[in-house]
Structure formats: C-alpha cells, structure tokens
C-alpha cells in the first residue's frame, strides 16, 4: 500500500522566517496532494493542495511544490506568524475502485516563536 | 452550512466495554471516512463510507466496525475495548463520490479507555 513519510516531525522557527516541510510517496498511482492545518484542539482543515499535472501553487504566504519523479512535495510557509503555530499533515491519494484512498503523514509540529 | 458534526466530543471507558460515535457530515456530502488520531502516528484510516456501503477498510482489528445511514450520517463502533484504542477519532466527509478531494473534518471524539 502506499506509504507517506513526513519530516521533521517537529520544526521551530522565528517570527518572520520560512519553514520547510517535505514528504515522501510510495505509489506513482497517487495523484492529488494535499495538505491540512490542524490548530491544538481544532479539527484539521485544507490549507492548500496540489495535483500532479502542476508542479508549484501558491496561495498567498503559503506554496507547495512536487516533484513526481522524485516521489515528493513539499509545504513552504514564507513570513511565518505566530497562528501558523500549528500541526500540518500532507497526504497523498488516488482513485481505486472508484473511491479515494488517502494516507497521511504522521504530522509536523510547527512552533513560530515571537 | 453546518459542519461535520461529531457526538459525544469525549468520552471516558473501561477495559472490554463497547463505544458508538456518531458522525453528521456535511448536508449534500454522501462519503464519510473515519480517522485514529494519535501522537506520533498521525491520522490512520479506519473505513470509509458512500451510500450505506463500505468502500474501503484500513487496517485495523474487527473490533472496529461501521454503518452509514440513509441520511449519509454514519456510526462507528469499538467493542472489547483496549487501552491502545485511546486516541481522537474523527470524521470526515466529501462532496462527490469519485476521484479525489477535499476532506471536511469534524472535530474529533476523544476517547479515553481506563
């Protein structure tokens, strides 16, 4: 099955700098990449996503980019403030028997120190 | 429009009993997934849910089981409880039966097993 490996698992930054977080795939099959925020004690929520026909998107602060070949893609938050504090999960899904199959990362802590 | 709706927000078991959380997506939305959150671990799927029938499984014991009804609100079940099974469930729905999406999460049941 498809395997998503997330790093780091933690990651502090200061107020104003940018932060990295990659992923990794196992299934070429997998075709849309998305990524949620999850606030402590909040419900996780789409931040931004990508399919694989595009290779960058930005929205704002916040871009994401794949690379097919390599199997992975990455989260990129620029100007970090402190609400970007949070948990952030990428995942990577497909269509099989016509229903979608997700499988997550295992999450990144992310702490935007004022 | 209202969101994903989970019930009960917490719960408190004991070894070997039996748990039902209850899950109302999103009005229109007609798939239903559930998610283990735990730390470290990430979100880990349970099953998903599309018209009353399961469509997928993840890879946990049958002592998970689920149901969906026709009002696309859906039932998971945990019986014969463990202290492993402490962990945030959520839910989450999709608009569209096919291809790949946005997930609208609830915002969790948190059960403890004592």
């Known amino acids: 099955g498809e395997n998503v490996e997330q790093h780091p698992s933690t990651l502090s930054v200061q107020e104003g700098d940018s932060a990295v977080i990659k992923c990794t795939y196992s299934?070429?099959?997998?075709?849309?990449f998305p990524w949620y925020k999850q606030e402590l004690g909040k419900r996780p929520q789409l931040i931004i996503d990508?399919?694989?026909?595009?290779g960058e998107k930005k929205d704002q602060r916040i871009a994401v980019t794949l690379n097919k070949t390599a199997k992975h893609f990455s989260l990129h938050i620029t100007e970090t403030q402190p609400e970007d504090s949070a948990v952030y999960f990428c995942a990577a899904s497909r269509e099989s028997g016509g229903y979608q199959k997700v499988t997550f990362g295992t999450g990144t802590k992310l702490q935007v120190i004022p | 429009k209202a969101g994903v709706t989970q019930t009960p927000r917490y719960l408190i078991k004991t070894r070997g009993q039996q748990v039902t959380l209850s899950c109302s997506p999103i009005?229109?939305?007609?798939?239903v997934s559930w998610y283990q959150q735990t730390p470290g671990q990430g979100l880990q799927f349970l099953f998903e849910?599309?018209?009353?029938?399961?469509?997928n499984k993840g890879n946990f014991p049958g002592r998970f089981s689920g149901r969906q009804f026709s009002n696309s609100r859906s039932e998971m079940n945990v019986s014969t409880l463990e202290l492993g099974d402490s962990a945030l469930y959520l839910c989450?729905?999709?608009?569209?039966?096919?291809?790949?999406?946005?997930?609208?999460f609830g915002e969790g049941s948190r059960l403890t097993v004592l």
């Open positions: 299934d070429s099959a997998s075709n849309y």
């Open positions: 009005s229109g939305h007609r798939s």
């Open positions: 990508i399919r694989s026909n595009v």
């Open positions: 989450a729905s999709r608009n569209g039966d096919r291809g790949t999406g946005e997930l609208f």
């Open positions: 849910y599309f018209s009353e029938t399961q469509r």
